[in-house]
C-alpha cells in the first residue's frame, strides 16, 4: 500500500508539472525541526566558519544551500533518587537543500537531505520520566535522517511530497518548539509514539498531500511506514525499508494572521510578527496487530487524536514579534491498547524581553502525562500523573551562536512518588 501511494504521487507530479506556470527562484519550503530548528530566517543567519570565500553566497545564487549545525543539551540531575547528575547529548546535522527551480527549471520544486550524527546519555531514560528532559535525546547513531523530492501548485496552495521523512516533524509536532527544551514542548507530543509514529532520525519511506483550499485553511494528510524497531531495520537510513503497517497522519488547520500556504510546522522569528496563530486538529491511525491489558487477542488497529492551538496574545507593535504568545495541547488514545493515553502540555513565551541587540526570549512551559488504570499491576499502588515544568531563557547571542539555559521539576517521576530537579543548558552552533 504505502509504495503504491508513493507511486500516484510520482505519477501525479510527472502528469501535472505542465500546468505549473513559472514562478521566481523560492526559499527552501522546510527545514529541520524542532531542537535543531533555526530561530532566524535565513537571511539573518550567519555561519562560523564565514561565507567560505563567497562560495556560500555563490551555492545559493544557483540553489544549493548547505547547513551544518551543532546542538547540545547538557543536563545535570540536581535532585532526584538516581546517582548519575550529569548526562550531555550531542548531535551534529548536516544538510542540503536544491532549489530545482533555479538548478533545472523544475517549476516550484525543491529536493532536501539531512544526515545526523548525535552520541551521549539519555536523562529521560536513566530517571525513567515520561516527559523526556530534552527533545533531542533518542539513540546513538550516525545516519541519513530525512530525504524527499517535493513539488509546489498554485503558489503553494498544493504541496506533494515523497520520500523518507519522520511523520513526528510534521503531525503532533509544536508549533514553538524551538522556544522549549523538554521533549512534550520541545519537539513533538510525548506519547506519539504509542502509534509506533515515525520520528527522527530514523525516518521512514513516506508520501504525503497537503491542500490549501483557504486563505487560512489547510488539509494534509500524509502514508508512512511505522517501523516498531527502525533503527535496527536500517542502520544507516541510505536504503529505504518499507516495514511495518503502511499508517497515516491526517490534519487540518486554521491559521489567522499569515497564509495557510505559508505556514510550516515550527515557526521563527518572522513567522510569529502580529497576531499570528495556528490551530490544528490531528489523527494518527496504524492499522497493525495491537495488544493491551484486558484483551484475551491482539486487536487490529490503534489510534491517537490530538488537539493543538497556538495563538499571539499580545504585541508591543501590531506587526512585530516583541509580546507574549501561547500555546496548548492535548492528545487522547485508546487506554485499553495504550499505557501512556494522554498527554497535556500549555506554554507561554515572551518574545525580546530584553533590551539587547540580539534575538531573545524567555519561556515557560506544563506538561502532563496520564497513565490508564488498565496496565496497572494488581498488587502496585495507582498511578499519578507526571507533571513538569519548565522555565528558560533563550540568547541568540549572535546569529551563528546560540544559549539555552533551563531549570526543569518534575512530580511523579514515570507515574510514581518521585520527583527530580534538572538544570541544564542547551547550545546551538552554526558551522
Known sequence: MLIRKISVSAVLFASIQWMTPHSPAQEIPEMPGGPDRHELTVQAQSHLLGDWGGL???LQERGVTFDLQYVGDHLWNIESEKKLRLASWNRFRGTVDLNLDTLTHWHETTFHATAVWQTGDNLGQYLGLLADPSGMASANTFRLDSWWIEKR???????MRAGQFAAQDFYGAQHYAASFIFEPIGYALGNLGTTYESYDPPSTPAAELRVAPLKYLYVKSMVFAADRIPYAHNLTGLVPQFKGAASSASEIGFSPGQKASDVHAFDNVDSRRGYSGLYQ?????NPGKFS??????????????YWMANQAVWRVERTQSKG?????SYDWSPADVNQNDREFTAGLRYNEPFPFTFHNTVSLGYVQNHLSPNFRIASALPFKDERGVELNTLLHVTPSLMAQPVLQYFANAGGGGSRAVVLGLRTKIDF
Not at 486538529?281 to 491511525?285: A, E, P
Not at 493491551?292 to 487524536?305: A, F, K, T
Not at 507574549?324 to 496548548?328: F, G, S
Open 56 to 58: 556560500r553566497s555563490e
Open 153 to 159: 501548485f498554485w503558489d503553494g496552495r498544493l504541496e
Open 281 to 285: 486538529f490531528g489523527t494518527v491511525y
Open 292 to 305: 493491551g491489558q484486558g484483551l484475551s487477542v491482539p486487536r487490529s488497529g490503534d489510534y491517537l487524536l
Open 324 to 328: 507574549l504568545d501561547a500555546t496548548a
